[in-house]
């Protein structure tokens, strides 16, 4: 956090397709809203973020044929790079996640899941220490010809490392040992499917998988004592079956657990989903405030969409009864890709 304590939105965008790179966005304290306060371009096409727990540190995929992951301090209101981008010996990097002292990235161009130790100053090792490739297919062509490691991130109790890959309609549990990732189980879920991402209820009970080749979420139960997934339902995203395919991205679960949302990109809306047990019930679905939302994020009763092919933000403010989102406000950011927010109180 910067600026007196005043809290920070991060901005992943396409590089290639016109956008600034990181970007730094101021967050009201008031209503969330967000006002860009600059931009760092040094690594090609940085989709996907995350932010240390201390909140010092942020990391970036370059999403690039010859992908890696690049550190940036956040201690001044714009980041700045702190070392070299790492290669992560795999392609098209898509998501990054921090788990056991190292930065996982999930390949989607080489269908791998790669681990770079990070130093204790947060900066980066200079060489990946393991990757996992995945293997498999499924019967979608040509998306599932071969693996597609979509998504990774570490369980709820921190002894896991969850990957989601897309190709092989499949969730690998794994763990690291001596920087290396070690399979413990694979999940296997309807043929294609097309699994994209997952988000963890806050009781570490349930995850929810949200398909892109099928548009539907996967609610499965997760037992973090042995590291295992069992799916047990499937919910449709949208209320009628699409004209064309829908492309649903991510997936988002309210902090007090009340509430599931989804975005799709092919029919430019967010979905409303409430938690009933073991099952999802569709409240509704609003427009996205823009066009292509790829990624959204929640923070204190805000939810940021960032809507790719349009080039903006957009926030929503959520109805405490109901879930559903009411706009509030957008913030041109061309490419946008992704939005991560300071914790509250984070002081670096």
Request: net charge negative; hydrophobic share 40%; aromatic share 6%.
């Amino acid at each position: 956090m910067a600026g007196g304590g005043r809290r920070r939105a991060f901005i992943g965008s396409f590089t290639a397709a016109g956008g600034p790179g990181v970007v730094a966005a101021a967050v009201d304290p008031r209503d969330g809203a967000l006002t860009v306060v600059g931009a760092v371009d040094g690594v090609s096409d940085p989709s996907y973020l995350t932010l240390s727990a201390d909140g010092e540190m942020l990391y970036a995929v370059s999403e690039t044929t010859d992908g890696a992951v690049a550190a940036y301090r956040v201690t001044k209101d714009v980041p700045e790079p702190a070392g070299r981008p790492v290669p992560v010996d795999g392609s098209g990097p898509t998501h990054l996640s921090l788990y056991a002292g190292h930065v996982l990235t999930a390949n989607y161009g080489s269908g791998s899941v790669t681990a770079v130790p990070l130093r204790p100053d947060g900066t980066l090792a200079d060489a990946a220490s393991g990757v996992l490739r995945h293997q498999g297919s499924g019967p979608h062509t040509p998306r599932q010809q071969q693996p597609h490691a979509h998504q990774v991130q570490p369980d709820p109790s921190g002894r896991w490392a969850v990957s989601v890959d897309l190709g092989t309609d499949s969730v690998r549990v794994c763990t690291l040992k001596d920087g290396r990732l070690v399979p413990h189980r694979e999940t296997a879920l309807r043929p294609g499917f097309g699994p994209r991402h997952l988000a963890f209820h806050p009781t570490g009970r349930y995850a929810y998988v949200v398909g892109e080749l099928t548009p539907a979420v996967t609610v499965c139960r997760w037992d973090g004592a042995d590291g295992t997934l069992k799916p047990l339902a499937e919910a449709q995203v949208l209320a009628a079956a699409p004209a064309q395919d829908a492309y649903p991205s991510g997936v988002v679960v309210a902090p007090d657990g009340r509430f599931v949302w989804v975005a799709t990109r092919g029919e430019d809306v967010l979905s409303v989903f409430a938690v009933e047990g073991e099952s999802l019930r569709l409240v509704g679905t609003v427009p996205c405030g823009g066009h292509w939302p790829r990624a959204l994020t929640e923070s204190d009763g805000v939810l940021y969409v960032a809507n790719e092919r349009s080039g903006d933000v957009t926030w929503f403010h959520l109805d405490t009864a109901t879930g559903l989102p009411v706009r509030a406000g957008s913030v041109a950011v061309p490419a946008a890709s992704c939005v991560v927010v300071e914790a509250a109180g984070t002081t670096p």
